[in-house]
Every structure is written in structure tokens, then in C-alpha cells.
């Protein structure tokens, strides 16, 4: 009888402990889920390898990083535009009468490190661009709010009016950049190139050598779509049926169920998924049936955004069309590991799905191709990569500046105060000292 006793108390007591746990592991969940900024990483300084690349003229000097804050400060403040312009560094005027004069605009799609982005947004951040920025509508909540609040400061900047639930080679992927499309053509700034990013990549130029690039004789008036006729190896992508797992993946259909040829006779290209394209073949894309067709019947391919934009660049009516542009157009420096010994020496970071998340070893190889963009960046593997990136890309954008500097556009500061103010030129004429 006793030993019943106990062996009832002991259960009383489970259950009691038992459901004092879970109303406290409930309650935790309830409980809006606090920002909880990052702690404030201490300001790295500039590894030895990053200050060939931030050399000048002047010996003796040296840049400190003085930014360290980005994603807390996102997180924290109490946000007023004007100082978080000022804090982040954010340059507030067009450099150069001929940027002013081709505002280009961006499509961004992010989902997550929030840091990031915010380091990618302000490199390519000129007042006179529009920029769409689309968020995963998996995000996290805190994460989108705090997106929505650094966009919400830029009259140029704005969240796309739909957002996707994006699957890794999904058709939901080609749709974001629709989305954003769409929302870019009623755009009242009179933007002349649109070009795709994702939240890894970083520019390599500057927004006046994009300008320049993207306007020079060869493509001002011609879409960017690297690319070449589907090879054999990718014919599988289109020619059997494929579905999308929602926010997550693409799976094919059935047991290899056939699908029929594309639209008007269209040859199906292969190439990347991000361009650079004129305002009227974007008009082109949202309007012609053509484009209208391919899309419906690409909704059940993989991968789709590698083969869209490149097939409808090879219609000979569609404006700024490159019918035999093949693989022309240096839009991403991206090392693939089985081009490892062709066109790279190694990925001096580390390989995550064959792509190279550089490491600080990288930025000369990255430096001399010169391309418009890089491709892909970790903050929290390399952070030194990333950092060296920035503040190389952002001495060569304030040099080439034909306007005075604000300090506050300065990423970092540097060692010898004396020599500061005389480094960056602010008379005109300064135009591509790098
Ligand atoms: C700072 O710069 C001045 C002149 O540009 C130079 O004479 C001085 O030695 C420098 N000081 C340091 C600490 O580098
Ligand atoms: C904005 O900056 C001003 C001047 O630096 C400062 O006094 C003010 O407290 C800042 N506001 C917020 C909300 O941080
Ligand atoms: C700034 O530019 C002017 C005129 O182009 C030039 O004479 C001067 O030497 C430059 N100063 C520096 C520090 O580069």
C-alpha cells in the first residue's frame, strides 16, 4: 500500500514537472520572439593581405575600419532616416553628371543575412537608381520588418509588390524578378539598364563604370544574357515535366513524363539567370504574347530563369535582342570548381555546392577580372573578403566622384588624419584615377 502511495506521488510529481514544462516551453513560443541584435562585432582591422588593395600614393597611412555596426544598428535604433543615411554611410548624391543622366535599376532578391545585404545596398546605392528589392516570403518576420524599415528610407528604393515563396531552381525564382519587373516599369524614374542580384553577390565597378559598361557602343542598345543553345546535358530541364515543392525544391514529375516543344517554335537557350536588359525588352517581357507563352509553358521546367531571359534574347524581334551573343557579357565573377585550372586558380575560400564563397585570397583574382559583380560572399565564414571588397570599392567609387565628399560617405577612417582631407579629390577631373 505504501509502495502504491509512492509510486502515485512520483506520478503526481512527473505530471506536475511535465506540465510546468510545457506550459513554459508554450508560453516561450507565444512570447513574440524578441530582436535580439547581434552583438556588435569588435571592428576587425584590415588583414595584411587586404592592404595591398587599399594602398595610395601616400606612405605612412592606413585605413581603420570604422563601421562594424551594420546589422545592430538596423536592429536597435530607433530608426530616423536621416541619421541611419548618415550612420551607414550611404552616398546621398549622384557622383557624376553622366551617372546622373543613366540611372540604372536593380532587382534584389534576399532571404536571409541581413548584414549582407544591407553592405550590398549601400555599395550600389546612387540617389538617381531605383531599386526593387524582393524578400522571401519564408523570411523570417524580424527579418522582413527590418528590410522594410532600411528600404522605407529611400524615395528610390521599395519592396516588390508580390512576394514569392522561392524553391532553389524553381519557378518561383524566375517569378520574383517578374514581380519585380512589373513594379520597375511603372517606375517614373527613367532608368535605362535593369540588372538581377541575389544577397551574396557585391559589386566589383563602380556605379559609373556600370553606367559606362551598360552604355558603352557594344551594349547600349542589347540585352546581356550569357548564353548558347541548350546543350544535350540540360535538354532534360525542358523537355520532361517538373513541379515545385513549395519553399523548397523541384522534383520531376511522375516517372519522366515528356513535355511537349516550346512555344512558336522558339529554340530553347541555356545560360545564367542574371542579365542586364533594356527598359523596352522589358516591356517586351511583360507584354508580347511570345513572352507570355514561353512563360505559361516554362512552369513545369527546371530551373526556368536559366533558360527565359536568354531564349527571349534570341528572338529576332524582341528589342535589343544579341542573336549570337553566345557567352558575351561579364556580368558575375563566379569560380566554379570544375573550371578550377581554366579560368581560376582555386577557391581560396571554400566550395559550397561547386561555387566558391571567396575568401580574402580571392580579391586579386576578383580585382582583375573586373567583371560588373562577384559572386558569393559569406559574412560570417570570410567577413575579412567581404570587408577588404567594400572598402576597395568604395575608395575607387569616391575617387572617380566629380562632386565634393561628404565624410560621412567614408567607410573608414584613416590612421594619419592630416593626410585625409587632401586624398579624395573633389575637383572635377578625377574621373578613373584607379
Ligand atoms: C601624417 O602625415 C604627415 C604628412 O602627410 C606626415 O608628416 C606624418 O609623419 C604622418 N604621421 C603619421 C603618424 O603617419
Ligand atoms: C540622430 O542623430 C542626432 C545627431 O547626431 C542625435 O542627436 C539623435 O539622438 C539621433 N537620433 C536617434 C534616434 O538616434
Ligand atoms: C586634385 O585634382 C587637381 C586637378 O585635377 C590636381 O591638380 C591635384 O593635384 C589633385 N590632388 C590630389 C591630392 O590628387
Redesign the pocket.
Known amino acids: 500500500m505504501r509502495q502504491l502511495e509512492g509510486t502515485k506521488c512520483s506520478f503526481v510529481f512527473c505530471m506536475g514537472i511535465s506540465i510546468i514544462i510545457c506550459s513554459f516551453i508554450y508560453l516561450r513560443t507565444r512570447m513574440p520572439t524578441e530582436l535580439k541584435p547581434p552583438q556588435p562585432p569588435s571592428c576587425r582591422s584590415f588583414s595584411n593581405e587586404c592592404k595591398a588593395f587599399l594602398a595610395d600614393t601616400?606612405?605612412?597611412?592606413e585605413w581603420i575600419p570604422s563601421d562594424c555596426k551594420v546589422e545592430s544598428y538596423i536592429l536597435n535604433s530607433r530608426l530616423q532616416c536621416s541619421n541611419l543615411t548618415r550612420d551607414l554611410h550611404f552616398i546621398t548624391r549622384p557622383l557624376s553628371r553622366e551617372e546622373e543622366e543613366s540611372p540604372l535599376a536593380f532587382i534584389v532578391t534576399v532571404h536571409k543575412e541581413l548584414e549582407l545585404f544591407v553592405r550590398l545596398l549601400r555599395a550600389i546605392y546612387m540617389p538617381q537608381n531605383v531599386y526593387c528589392i524582393h524578400v522571401d516570403a519564408k523570411a523570417p518576420r524580424d527579418y522582413q520588418a527590418a528590410v522594410r524599415k532600411l528600404v522605407s528610407c529611400f524615395q528610390n528604393t521599395f519592396l516588390s509588390s508580390r512576394s514569392e515563396t522561392v524553391a532553389y531552381a524553381g519557378f518561383s525564382r524566375l517569378q520574383a524578378d517578374l514581380n519585380c519587373m512589373k513594379d520597375l516599369a511603372k517606375s517614373k524614374i527613367g532608368w535605362r539598364k535593369v540588372v538581377n542580384l541575389c544577397g551574396q553577390d557585391f559589386p566589383v565597378m563602380s556605379n559609373l563604370q556600370l553606367v559606362q559598361y551598360m552604355q558603352s557602343k557594344e551594349w547600349r542598345d542589347r540585352n546581356m544574357t550569357p548564353g548558347v543553345k541548350q546543350p544535350v546535358s540540360m535538354s532534360h530541364r525542358t523537355q520532361l515535366q517538373y513541379r515545385e515543392i513549395v519553399g523548397s525544391h523541384v522534383a520531376q514529375k511522375g516517372l519522366g513524363l515528356k513535355k511537349g516543344p516550346a512555344p512558336h517554335n522558339l529554340k530553347v537557350y541555356f545560360g545564367t539567370a542574371y542579365y542586364a536588359l533594356t527598359r523596352a525588352f522589358v516591356d517586351f517581357v511583360l507584354k508580347s504574347p511570345i513572352a507570355h507563352d514561353l512563360l505559361e509553358w516554362s512552369k513545369d521546367t527546371f530551373s526556368p530563369d536559366e533558360h527565359y531571359w536568354v531564349t527571349l534574347n534570341h528572338i529576332k524581334d524582341a528589342p535589343g535582342s544579341h542573336i549570337d551573343g553566345g557567352w558575351a557579357g561579364d556580368i558575375r565573377a563566379i569560380k566554379w570548381r570544375d573550371h578550377e585550372g581554366r579560368t581560376h586558380n582555386g577557391c581560396k575560400g571554400r566550395y559550397v555546392r561547386d561555387i566558391c564563397i571567396y575568401g580574402v585570397d580571392d580579391l586579386p583574382w576578383i580585382i582583375n577580372r573586373n567583371s560588373m559583380f562577384a559572386n558569393k560572399f559569406e559574412s560570417n565564414t570570410f567577413p575579412e573578403a567581404l570587408d577588404c571588397l567594400e572598402q576597395w570599392h568604395r575608395n575607387k567609387v569616391l575617387n572617380q566622384a566629380t562632386v565634393p565628399i561628404e565624410p560621412s560617405w567614408l567607410l573608414a577612417t584613416r590612421?594619419?588624419?592630416?593626410?585625409s582631407s587632401s586624398y579624395f579629390n573633389s575637383s572635377a577631373g578625377a574621373l578613373n584615377r584607379c
Open positions: 601616400e606612405k605612412g597611412a590612421s594619419n588624419s592630416s593626410s
